[in-house]
């Protein structure tokens, strides 16, 4: 009833804003996104993001194709949405159906991605009625988790929410004084000849470092063992490693190797690396996949762990990125594993990005409120690559 209300209040008009008169967006119908969209899309994509880095239009319509209708959760009954206003597309909200399982019982979740308007016509209804036709399909959960504060109050407006806990980002510096040395070129701070002569001297600093505790990356616990982790492994483990969760992902062996190869795609955060951690008996205790990123900030994209293994595997993922010559490894928190963090010294920082939520289902936010759910990079929209490659 609470989010009716709110639905219905999302949807009054917002006066003296922008560009067009809410009379004139009203005029704007919403209606599922088909493949004949795709070009439209795709140009609205460009105008929206003119800093985009696909080298081709065509290249971006065949991504928007392969993500949009080739995926392998594809559901005609949550389909993407388009505006259209004098037969031109003025505004999109994409949607990726993805399987779970809540408390055992299978629940259908819409992951939105794209969601955006044409410059020219914000400020009107346009992304209101894009959001209200997403959340209000047949799904049981929809999720971002790459939204701007622009859509997070758009969206708590017409009753969803922007669980924090989802929104936390924990950074672990393995090379401080890289680590602070790539911030600083990363924000322009100095000239680059500055930061590239400071490159050996940081170098020097981290090397003294590492052999001081808590940093010793060289130490290892001997009768762990790693291999490289393929699909079927993952899937076979999938049950042990998401234990205890309220809301867990679902997935098959098509689903997920499609997953993997998009996620290895990914290239503009380095190589994907995906490895198996096991035990003295060779028992799988969990695994990790991040991004190689040389001199970098790492990013990881999943870890999983058996009850009480989660300590072990994040040390084995320290180890490894400090080897391939890390400044830092990044990872979104899965609150279950606060206390694990912050005893290996991850900090823990607000992401520039909000996961949001909607559901019908009270059991479902609360469980997501209260960080009962397993949601890995892999399980909204964040290894999508529509930006930057
Ligand atoms: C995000 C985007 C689609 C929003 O469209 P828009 O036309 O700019 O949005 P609007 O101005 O109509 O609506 C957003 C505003 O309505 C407000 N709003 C929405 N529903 C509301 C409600 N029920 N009650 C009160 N306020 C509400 C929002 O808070 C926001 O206002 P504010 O930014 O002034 O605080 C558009 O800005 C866009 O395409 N941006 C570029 C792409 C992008 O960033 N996409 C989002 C990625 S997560």
Not at 153 to 168: D, E, K, N, Q
Not at 290 to 309: F, L, N, T
Not at 370 to 376: E, K, R, Y
Request: charged share 25%.
């Amino acid at each position: 009833m609470r989010a009716g209300l709110q639905m219905a209040r999302g949807l009054e008009p917002r006066v003296g804003q922008g560009t067009t008169s809410p009379t004139e967006a009203a005029r704007a119908t919403i209606r599922a996104f088909t493949e004949h969209d795709v070009p439209a899309a795709a140009a609205l994509f460009a105008r929206v993001y003119p800093e985009h880095g696909w080298t081709s239009q065509a290249a971006c319509e065949s991504y928007f194709r392969e993500m949009l209708f080739d995926n392998p959760w594809r559901d005609l009954q949550l389909p993407s949405w388009v505006a259209e206003e004098d037969g031109n597309i003025t505004g999109v909200q994409a949607v990726m159906p993805r399987p779970m399982r809540f408390r055992g019982r299978p629940v259908r979740v819409a992951v939105s991605t794209q969601f955006m308007v044409d410059p020219d016509k914000r400020h009107s209804l346009t992304a209101l009625q894009l959001a209200k036709a997403c959340l209000s399909g047949p799904q049981d959960l929809t999720l971002a988790d790459g939204a701007n504060d622009r859509s997070r109050r758009m969206w708590i407006g017409i009753g969803g929410t922007a669980p924090l806990l989802y929104s936390l980002h924990w950074t672990r510096p393995l090379r401080p004084a890289r680590y602070v040395l790539s911030l600083l070129e990363g924000r322009s701070a100095f000239p680059p000849a500055l930061t590239l002569a400071a490159r050996p001297l940081a170098a020097l600093a981290d090397a003294g470092a590492a052999r001081l505790r808590p940093n010793r990356f060289y130490r290892e616990e001997s009768e762990l063992a790693e291999d490289a982790l393929d699909p079927p492994t993952m899937l076979a483990h999938f049950p042990d490693v998401l234990d205890g969760n309220a809301l867990q992902p679902v997935y098959d062996a098509r689903s997920l190797a499609w997953l993997l190869e998009q996620t290895a795609r990914k290239t503009r955060h380095g190589r994907l690396r995906a490895r198996a951690v096991r035990d003295g008996g060779r028992r799988l205790i969990g695994w990790y996949l991040y991004y190689v990123q040389k001199g970098g900030v790492s990013e990881v994209v999943q870890i999983a762990a058996r009850d009480g293994s989660f300590d072990r595997v994040l040390r084995r993922l320290l180890a490894d990125a400090w080897r391939h010559g890390a400044a830092a490894v990044r990872g979104r928190l899965d609150p279950r594993y606060v206390q694990e963090l912050s005893d290996r010294h991850c900090w823990f920082r607000w992401g520039h990005s909000w996961t949001l939520v909607h559901s019908r289902h009270a059991d479902i936010m609360a469980a997501i409120h209260q960080g009962d759910a397993f949601l890995s990079r892999l399980e909204g929209e964040w290894w999508l690559r529509f930006l930057g490659g």
